[in-house]
């Protein structure tokens, strides 16, 4: 790595840890004080007091500035609500909003060759899953509010004093003349005025007020996702905001009244163009430019800089977990071990006591699924159900290990077969998916069998294994609730085996006790006669590979088998059969033959749209590919020895609850 060239720093603004650390990565060290020869100035922006003080020392002193702004996408909230951003705009010549002379990135589109495959391959990656995600610059936005009724003309407003209105050739009075165009060139259409963002919010103001939502026009305040409102727009109108390059990605031509980087290519309607600006350009080319090659997008999990795409998928996840918490949760039975790390899990927004208008949250299934007026006389509530998730942690639940995902399921658990989930709804939605869609879930499912991951992920050696092809049967806690709930005529691990013998007398069969019983924490102990071998203390990821098939109940040993190619028979109804994918034996739900996914489609809905994930290093929420670094790479959270303990008393509590109910 070659040493970071020195831009000085005149305002304490830009010397936050976050820039500093961008920038670094990007080749520039930022320090304060007066430039040497050979340094930079670094300016935020054009108009504000480091740009000024930057232009009046490099007057003096001929230093070249180093200008830096927000990128595209930036954060879940804006920047004056204090949220570092996930990227930075770093331009030699000038901003990238200044129509006055080229950018950096203005002569990357005027100039650049287009012709690498990889970056082209790259670019469309990133395009897809930006605008199938919806996110956006700053992305708390809500996907719950009724969107307005689709044939409007969208007209975006900015924040007055925006520093791209001005240097990109426009005033105040161009949002005038804006929004008279768009009703004369549209007489019949009703024209939408989105506010900014941090008009909403009360940070700064906007050019349009209710004053303007007159002779067919509305002003459309709420924080409704720009994919949503470009969805239903018939045209898009537009000064410089980024919103103009989010409507060329979702596939609109917008009409540009200002000058901003993004316009002029063929991909929009300028009003007022740059004559400059001569190349046609097509889509992917001008993304390639703008969302690959200009910016510098960081990873804050793995600090690092990162492509375009690993930046949606951030905002992806913590607009997801924004939008589920905002209005809080409340679970008054819950543990209390598990109630600090599901707080932090949960935004924060989580009490322990019952309150009217809380949404109740409940770990597991229960005999009940609505808190009754007859016990909360004040209170009624749908419950939401939490479990863990499939890829949990480096240690065992039952060792109070905080986990890395969670499922949050509003209709039932994915344990269940009795009713239906929000899991099989995410089935069937990712089965109607596209092939290029689930590039993601292949490559998820790739990383997952290359580092070996599981659900526990427990350290501990192979064992000998049979030199012959054998089948693996994995033994299961005896109170599983999937057990309880998705098995008929074989219910537990002794008979497991004997169907398994009884279908396969000449296989070897090798038994893999449940990690949780053979810790001593949960019961489910047996004599395993009808096993070859019994694998103690194994690691399953061995035994998966080795196998030529394994026979389980419900474990979710039987996806971690799918992922891996092995073949899989099923005695009972886990969430993976029923769906062409398994040898089903078991009694399985007959509304699952309403789609046949593909083992890609399985894993996008299991692993991506169904669980959320946490990395308790940042404390924050974040994708699967996040999850999946810190259980390869760690650091890893671990229990204290008072959690220990109290893991021991709780096995031992919980076995005798179980012999007394026999």
């Known amino acids: 790595m070659t040493a970071p060239r020195t831009a000085r720093v005149l305002s304490l603004g830009l010397l936050s840890t976050r820039i500093r650390r961008i920038a670094w990565l990007a080749g520039w060290d930022l320090k304060p004080g007066w430039p040497r020869p050979g340094d930079h100035l670094a300016a935020w922006g054009m108009d504000g007091p480091s740009a000024r003080r930057a232009s009046a020392v490099s007057a003096r002193t001929g230093a070249p500035i180093l200008r830096l702004e927000d990128p595209w996408l930036r954060s879940l909230h804006p920047g004056r609500t204090g949220e570092p951003p996930l990227g930075l705009l770093i331009d030699e010549r000038t901003a990238h909003y200044d129509a006055s002379r080229p950018s950096d990135l203005e002569t990357l589109l005027a100039t650049h060759p287009f012709d690498d495959g990889d970056l082209l391959a790259r670019t469309r990656a990133a395009m897809e899953e930006w605008r199938r995600s919806g996110v956006t610059k700053y992305a708390a936005t809500r996907a719950d509010l009724a969107p307005p009724a689709p044939g409007y003309v969208l007209v975006v407003d900015q924040t007055r004093g925006d520093a791209s209105i001005r240097h990109s050739g426009a005033t105040e009075t161009t949002f005038r003349e804006m929004l008279m165009l768009a009703r004369e060139e549209h007489p019949a259409s009703p024209i939408l005025i989105k506010t900014h963002p941090e008009a909403q919010r009360g940070l700064r103001p906007g050019h349009y007020s209710e004053a303007d939502a007159t002779h067919g026009a509305t002003l459309e305040d709420r924080p409704l996702p720009p994919a ?31 000058r901003p980087a993004w316009s002029g290519w063929g991909l929009d309607e300028p009003r007022n163009p740059t004559p400059r600006r001569q190349r046609k350009l097509t889509r992917t080319q001008l993304f390639a430019a703008a969302a690959v090659l200009y910016p510098r997008w960081y990873d804050p999990h793995r600090d690092r800089l990162c492509e375009p795409v690993d930046v949606v998928r951030v905002l992806e996840a913590r607009a997801r977990a924004w939008r589920e918490d905002r209005a809080g949760w409340c679970a008054p039975g819950l543990r209390l071990w598990k109630r600090a790390p599901l707080r932090r899990f949960l935004s924060g927004n989580l009490t322990f006591r019952e309150t009217a208008g809380c949404r109740r949250l409940e770990w597991g299934i229960s005999d009940v699924g609505r808190i009754s007026d007859a016990d909360h006389p004040r209170v009624t509530h749908e419950i939401t159900r939490l479990e863990d998730g499939f890829l949990r942690s480096r240690g065992l639940g039952a060792e109070l290990v905080p986990p890395l995902s969670l499922v949050l399921d509003g209709q039932g658990l994915y344990y269940d077969p009795t009713r239906r989930s929000d899991l099989e709804d995410a089935i069937l939605r990712a089965a109607a998916l596209p092939p290029e869609a689930l590039a993601r879930a292949r490559a998820l499912r790739a990383a997952i069998t290359a580092l070996g991951l599981t659900k526990y992920n427990l350290d501990r050696p192979a064992p000998d294994l049979p030199d012959r092809p054998f089948l693996l049967v994995p033994g299961q806690v005896a109170d599983d609730a999937s057990i309880r709930l998705g098995t008929t005529q074989v219910t537990d691990n002794a008979g497991l085996l004997k169907a398994a013998r009884a279908a396969n007398p000449d296989a070897i069969l090798v038994y893999k006790p449940h990690p949780d019983v053979e810790a001593g924490l949960r019961e489910g102990a047996i004599d395993a006669l009808d096993a070859d071998l019994v694998a103690t203390d194994a690691p399953p990821v061995p035994l998966i590979e080795a196998a030529s098939g394994v026979w389980t109940l419900t474990s979710l040993l039987g996806f971690e088998a799918l992922l891996r190619g092995t073949p899989v028979t099923t005695l009972g109804a886990p969430f993976y059969a029923g ?40 404390g924050q929420a974040c994708p699967p590919e996040i999850a999946v670094h810190r259980l390869a790479h760690g650091p890893h959270p671990r229990p204290g020895p008072a959690n220990r303990m109290l893991s021991k008393a709780q096995g031992a509590l919980a076995t005798q609850a179980h012999l007394w109910r026999r």
Do not use: K
């Open 228 to 258: 949503t409102l470009l969805a239903g727009a018939t045209a898009v109108y537009t000064v410089s905001s980024g919103l103009g390059l989010e409507a060329i990605l979702h596939g609109h031509r917008p009409q540009t009244f200002g």
């Open 579 to 618: 769906w062409g994918l398994t040898d089903d034996r078991g009694q399985v739900p007959a509304r699952r033959r309403a789609a046949r996914p593909s083992l890609d489609a399985l894993v996008h809905a299991v692993l991506i749209d169904y669980p959320r994930y946490f990395d308790p290093i940042l």
